[in-house]
């Protein structure tokens, strides 16, 4: 059993990448292919949570900022942790050190999708402060619905101190 104090965050390497696809089967019904992660990255916000001593990965993010008229936007692509950790808060770490990082980068505003049924995931961002948006009739490959979010990120960065 971890504690969220004994996993770091950090940039995502090479090396991780077989865990990360791992993890990414585990968790989602529909998963991006590994060569997709290969792409990513290079993302600023492509980050791990790798718990110690053991250095086993248990979670990772994956965000980037689009430039947009001086109102950069970031934007969360995929968050997930291994099915055994979650509820420990490593995903509240993942996102808020993303979030970070995408502001760090010049982005004002984040988006993301969530699946409409994927009600522990919007708790997750309501709790960082996101928004629901819209909902994208149809978003997902199975016909689900999608969720979409934004939160203003200087906002949440003064309330985050």
């Avoid at 990772?60 to 997930?80: Q, S």
């Avoid at 982005?107 to 699946?115: G, P, Y």
């Avoid at 995931?121 to 402060?129: K, P, V």
């Amino acid at each position: 059993m971890s504690r969220p104090d004994e996993v770091i965050v950090r940039e995502a390497v090479r090396a991780d990448l077989l865990s990360v696809f791992r993890i990414e089967r585990t968790v989602f019904s529909d998963p991006w292919p590994y060569d997709a992660f290969e792409r990513l990255l290079r993302e600023p916000a492509f980050l791990v949570a790798e718990r110690e001593p053991d250095s086993a990965i248990v979670g990772y993010v994956v965000a980037d900022v689009t430039p947009n008229y001086g109102r950069d936007i970031g934007h969360v692509k995929d968050i997930a942790v291994r099915p055994d950790e979650q509820g420990r808060g490593f995903g509240g770490r993942l996102l808020a050190a993303g979030l970070s990082r995408l502001r760090m980068q010049g982005a004002s505003v984040v988006k993301l999708e969530v699946r409409k049924g994927n009600e522990r995931a919007q708790s997750l961002y309501r709790s960082h402060g996101f928004e629901t948006l819209r909902r994208v009739n149809r978003y997902y490959q199975d016909g689900e619905d999608a969720i979409v979010m934004v939160l203003d990120l200087e906002a949440w960065a003064s309330e985050s101190g």
